[in-house]
């Protein structure tokens, strides 16, 4: 199957003219930001993932092609790939010492952090891509989650009637810079935040390719794939690409009744558990005779 | 073989969940404890949210009730009538208790909260049972038979509303059968579990019910208590996971059977002694995780604190 899907690749790089695409993931190539020379022509070995009863992670292959018009100009080339998960908001709390004993004592509230983020490069990051770049396309850990923080933030201060030509150094990115910075840790810990450095290979300063896991703790919803071509620290172009990620089956059956029909749901739990020490119970008995 | 949990949104191993309930249950039908008190911290131990861990160990602590209370039965060992009034002092009690959580919940410390009254209740239950319970077994192992006096007259003897508990063999006033329950009902509803382990020594020390029919009264009652827990959480917070009940019942009835049958062999002493140990180790678990600094200060849960 990944076999399959690298000589795809190639293909594409024969026939540059109509860009073959992966079906369902119909984002087109962005426009190159500064040199029209160098594009990217990719795809993934799936665009959706099914959370089924045996889920137990998933590998994607993201692999594409450098396409050109022009003869390679000078420089080192470079591949980020990214994944992203869906955000949500979380809560970061921290631990102190309070007349002997440890408690949680302050919180901050981070409105959206991503659920799951990996960042696969060529090489080291900090080497690859200068600090302006990053802040540009968010593409660090440490600049997306920061980032998006912000970003949250400002909108709820929009949202509260705030005028957003006035929005106030926000809080979240000074002193409550330390949670987010802890938040980061925790996740990267638990393999939620990922830097594979030098895991996406690059032959021919052409073809690439990068194996990307997904953990069985994976929440449901849009994956965004993004692709950055990097000349010399400089993103030349960039690409995105999405995956689903979906409950389904069984699990789908009963992640759906517990929020449809909560009162059923929970009185059928009952009546399972019930039902079970009852047949428990039963069964002992049989044995016994 | 790995599961993946829908509500819980992880993946687990199928054979270990089983073992959890398993032993879990296992306690349950020796000690007619619900066993709420040691699924949650294994539950949190193998990667389950504490929430969904709170919520379906209550769903699993029915069925390894159910379970027990129906081999007890047969052994006549259920005292409905004392199990009733307990229930009635219990609904009262857990009512206040959802309140009072409420209360703590706005103040924004019920984790403490939580575990301090772990510690408190825990271990002074533990270690008083344990003192009586050793003495008991030391003075039957000294050769002396231990004469079980029927007619101690305590200050209980002299309230009013009294009534015949025939399977107890006791005929008291119904008001501090209330109150314990009330009590239970009332930690049940703070701590998140079934309050077996307060009701087994409160029925055994505070009414003199022979240890053989506390256990089967203590699981009747835990059993609605629970019941009424899993409704709670699967309508507020939806935390009850089907798929990781299912698992963790299948272990824990076969569990509570073995259990059971085991506790059978054992005297009401040694099964004191034991489950005095046991009630101590989880306080002392608890008390470590409060007074040594942890690895990691900093904690993250999706979603917003109220």
């Known amino acids: 199957m990944r076999r399959i899907a690298f000589l795809l690749a190639l293909t594409c790089l024969a026939a540059p003219a109509p860009a073959q695409e992966a079906p369902g993931g119909d984002a087109p190539a962005a426009p190159p930001v500064e040199t029209p020379v160098e594009t990217i022509v990719s795809g993934l070995s799936q665009n959706r993932v099914a959370i089924t009863a045996n889920f137990d992670g998933d590998e994607i292959l993201v692999y594409g092609a450098v396409r050109r018009d022009a003869p390679a100009p000078e420089g080192r080339l470079d591949v980020i790939v990214t994944a992203e998960g869906p955000s949500g908001p979380v809560t970061v709390r921290r631990k102190e010492r309070v007349a002997g004993i440890w408690i949680n004592k302050d919180s901050v509230n981070i409105s959206s952090a991503p659920s799951f983020y990996a960042v696969a490069t060529t090489g080291r990051l900090n080497e690859i891509l200068s600090a302006e770049e990053n802040r540009k396309h968010a593409i660090s850990i440490d600049q997306l989650v920061h980032l998006e923080a912000a970003d949250a933030a400002m909108q709820t201060w929009v949202a509260r009637g705030g005028d957003p030509d006035s929005v106030p150094m926000f809080p979240i990115l000074l002193a409550e810079g330390e949670f987010i910075r802890s938040m980061i840790r925790v996740r990267t810990g638990e393999g939620r935040y990922r830097l594979l450095e030098n895991r996406v290979q690059l032959s021919e300063q052409t073809l690439f390719r990068a194996d990307l896991t997904l953990p069985s703790n994976l929440t449901e919803g849009v994956y965004r794939v993004r692709m950055f071509l990097l000349r010399d620290g400089r993103v030349i172009a960039n690409h995105e690409r999405w995956i689903r990620v979906r409950k389904e089956g069984l699990e789908r059956m009963v992640f759906n009744l517990s929020r449809e029909q909560p009162l059923l749901y929970g009185l059928l739990s009952l009546a399972i558990a019930a039902f079970a020490g009852w047949g428990a119970s039963a069964a002992a008995r049989l044995i016994r005779r | ?306």
């Open chain 2, 1 to 306: 073989m790995q599961l993946y949990l829908p509500i819980a949104e992880v993946s687990v191993n199928v054979f270990l969940l089983f073992g959890i309930g398993g032993i879990v249950g296992f306690l349950s039908g020796m000690f007619g404890v619900g066993g709420g008190f040691l699924i949650t911290p294994l539950l949190f131990f193998i990667g389950v949210p504490p929430a969904v861990a709170v919520a379906t160990g209550a769903n699993q602590v029915v069925a390894s009730s159910v379970s027990g209370v129906l081999a007890q039965m047969k052994r006549k060992a259920v005292d409905f009538r004392m199990g009733l009034v307990l229930l009635a002092g219990g609904f009262l009690g857990s009512a206040i208790g959802i309140w009072v959580f409420a209360l703590m919940q706005s103040l924004g410390q019920v984790d403490l909260f939580v575990q301090i009254s772990y510690v408190v209740f825990l271990g002074f239950i533990g270690a008083t049972m344990l003192q009586e319970s050793l003495r008991a077994l030391l003075r039957t192992r000294g050769g002396k038979v231990q004469v079980r006096r029927a007619h101690t007259h305590s200050w209980a003897h002299g309230l009013p509303f009294k009534m015949k508990f025939r399977a107890s063999g006791l005929y008291i006033s119904v008001i501090p059968p209330l109150a314990i329950g009330a009590f239970t009902g009332f930690l049940a509803a703070i701590m998140g579990v079934g309050g077996g382990f307060i009701l087994v020594p409160a029925m055994i020390y505070l009414l003199g019910m022979p240890t053989k029919v506390v256990i089967g009264t203590s699981l009747f009652q835990i059993i609605f208590v629970s019941a009424f827990t899993t409704v709670m959480h699967s309508v507020t917070s939806q935390t009850v996971d089907m798929m990781l009940a299912l698992v963790l019942i299948f272990g824990g009835v076969i569990g509570a059977q073995i259990g059971s049958r085991v506790g059978v062999y054992l005297k009401a002493e040694q099964l004191r002694v034991l489950l005095s140990l046991l009630v101590v180790a989880v306080a002392l678990r608890i008390a470590v995780d409060l007074l040594i600094r942890p690895a990691e200060l900093y904690s993250v849960m999706p979603g917003v604190l109220p």
